[in-house]
């Protein structure tokens, strides 16, 4: 298992920006009005305060929340897009750092709280509809943000790849009906 001194300070920064870069790419992929915006930027501090079972077991995911909570770190965007942005460079850059500092078994399991977190975040609140009325528990905008995170998370490693070579991701994120909402 690795540990905080088996990383760079600038690859140990890129573990900790993406998970609050797929928090924020998610929870701004659609427009969930005022208060649903706000319970997911909640959701998203809250998937650190309560890992969910991915991250139990996993030094390395609990080294990072420990790090993030005492010193989050900086996440600057405009706009919706640059969230989306960040959140993809940050995934190729925790990539590539994992595939080589990283147990394999290490590695698919912080890829797997990674993506937990942005199937947590858009499911907290419903997008569409009219007082909470309708709407749907996670938009097609956010299932896209997770499957495009996903996509990089599991392509092969810079160093190993020509061009754009894909490997197979585990699966899409279908949203379920009986998610934890927070």
Excluded at 59 to 79: N, Q
Excluded at 85 to 98: F, K, N, P, T, Y
Aim: charge should be negative.
């Amino acid at each position: 298992m690795s540990t905080h001194t088996d990383y760079t300070p600038d690859e140990w920064e890129a573990l900790k920006r993406a998970p609050v870069s797929i928090g924020l790419a998610v929870a701004y992929a659609s427009n969930s009005g005022s208060i649903g915006t706000a319970r997911e930027e909640g959701a998203l501090w809250k998937a650190f305060e309560r890992p969910g079972d991915e991250a139990q077991g996993t030094p390395l995911v609990m080294a990072v929340i420990a790090s993030i909570t005492d010193a989050p770190p900086a996440v600057a965007a405009v706009d919706s897009n640059d969230y989306l942005a960040q959140a993809i460079a940050a995934c190729a850059s925790v990539r590539d750092v994992l595939a080589t500092k990283a147990e394999a078994n290490e590695a698919e399991r912080y890829k797997t709280w990674l993506v937990s977190i942005g199937e947590r975040i858009a499911s907290v609140s419903k997008e569409g509809g009219f007082l909470g009325i309708g709407g749907k528990r996670v938009s097609d905008a956010e299932v896209a943000v997770i499957n495009q995170i996903t996509s990089v998370l599991y392509q092969s490693p810079a160093s190993e790849r020509e061009v754009t070579t894909f490997t197979s991701a585990p699966s899409t994120f279908t949203p379920d009906s009986s998610s934890e909402v927070f």
